[in-house]
């Protein structure tokens, strides 16, 4: 059975549940893993969940790279894989600092004997991937998201390019697949799949919400695309027609201090706060106390958007009903009046009327999380979807491992 590695820009990331969701599934059915980071990482907070992953992490950079450097590593490299200094011109026009961490990976991957390379988003660290594996004959794979492929930033011609040279591209919603295939040309477009984010089941348990208190729960970044200048300008409507409520958003980011000056200026201190980030078991808490959960999200002014905010199916899974917009993917899932309720992003008005007709009708709440919780089983189970993952990547597994919690190891190469 051949080694796996995960590559990532950063490793770990308190929002990137999904990756460690991922990494536990797969090491659970006896997968063999190592995690490279190209940078160190930055949070200050992590998630629990990471004291569970074995797969040792190298970091493939601290930063800038000198030409010296690059060089000695070229050297490395050619001693292991000697087509490195025929196969170098392939890499013309990428950044320098790619470059030499592909190098790094490359060199790693067949010192370790890893069998397969798979990179989260379809930007860096994608672009490592497949320099490590034009210069190792590794294969890749890669899961592109949101922000890799709608930003203003996303160079179309680069992320074709990686698509079309991987064995399979996952991307995370039937409205990605539809995006990309309608884009890309037929090399490209046949190597994508659509692949939901999975999800522990057991540890998101269902309880009815029908008599829960009137409180309203909001999870992410405080960045623009998550909407929640929408959410505070709602939670004034209903404050100004003397609606009985709290509204929690949790998180932070860059548009912390603009968020709280807009509770400050509608007077809203009273029924708004701003808790800040919190671990996952007490978000947990919090989103399986909560009556509402919303996610606001649009289309940022640089194209960036959510694709399937994790959030949200975990309040689905959770039986919080839930009440987002019409953005990307987000409709696969929240489907209007059957599994959730959808309104127009930056509609405030109308995200005040779903809040009241979910705060004041119990039987609604609980008929729709009922549904939500049944999509959630059935799509996005963790083990079936990381089953179809080794799938289409031809892993095969010798013998499941019992989970434990080890300790990490953190190296750099």
């Known amino acids: 059975m051949c080694k796996l590695a995960y590559v990532v820009k950063r490793y770990p990331r308190f929002s990137e549940t999904f990756i460690l969701n991922e990494l536990l599934a797969h090491e659970a059915a006896g997968i063999d893993i190592e995690v490279f980071s190209l940078r160190p990482p930055v949070d200050t907070h992590f998630q629990d969940l990471i004291s569970l992953v074995r797969a040792p992490v190298s970091y493939l950079s601290v930063g800038k790279v000198s030409a010296s450097e690059l060089w000695q590593t070229i050297g490395e490299a050619h001693r292991e894989c000697p087509q490195v200094l025929q196969r170098l011109g392939e890499l013309a026009g990428e950044d320098s600092l790619d470059v030499y961490c592909g190098l790094k990976l490359a060199i790693a991957g067949l010192q370790r004997g890893i069998g397969h ?21 590794i294969p890749y794979s890669v899961t592109a998201h949101a922000k890799d492929i709608f930003h203003e930033s996303v160079v179309h011609e680069d992320l074709e390019k990686r698509v079309a040279d991987s064995r399979v591209t996952f991307t995370v919603s039937d409205f990605n697949l539809e995006h990309l295939t309608s884009r890309f ?24 919400p029908q008599h829960r208190p009137p409180m309203i729960i909001a999870v992410g970044r405080f960045v623009e695309k998550k909407g929640f200048s929408d959410l505070i300008d709602a939670c004034a409507i209903l404050d100004s027609r003397q609606i009985t409520f709290s509204c929690c958003l949790v998180g932070s980011g860059e548009l912390m201090p603009e968020l709280q000056a807009q509770i400050c200026r509608l007077n809203l201190e009273h029924c708004v706060t701003l808790l800040g980030p919190q671990p996952q078991r007490v978000v947990k ?13 649009i289309n940022g002014s640089d194209g960036n958007r959510d694709g399937l905010p994790t959030v949200l199916l975990e309040s689905m899974a959770l039986g919080t009903p839930c009440i987002s917009t019409d953005v990307t993917g987000i409709p696969e899932v929240i489907r209007d009046g059957r599994t959730g309720l959808l309104v127009g992003q930056h509609n405030p008005a109308a995200l005040a009327e779903a809040l009241i007709r979910l705060l004041n009708d119990g039987g609604l709440r609980a008929a729709l999380a009922q549904e939500a919780r049944k999509l959630i089983v059935r799509e996005f189970d963790i083990s079936r979807n990381a089953a179809l993952q080794r ?12 989970s434990f919690t080890p300790s990490r190891q953190l190296v750099e190469v």
């Open 185 to 208: 040309g037929a090399t490209a477009s046949s190597k994508l799949v659509r692949l939901y984010n999975g999800m522990h089941l057991e540890q998101f348990p269902y309880h009815c």
């Open 285 to 297: 808490q919090l989103v399986a106390e909560s009556a509402v959960m919303v996610a606001p999200c």
């Open 117 to 137: 390379l798979h990179a989260h988003f379809a930007t860096s660290a994608a672009c490592v991937v497949r320099i490590a594996s034009i210069l190792s004959e």
């Open 391 to 402: 799938k289409h990547l031809g892993l095969v597994i010798e013998k499941p491992v019992p």
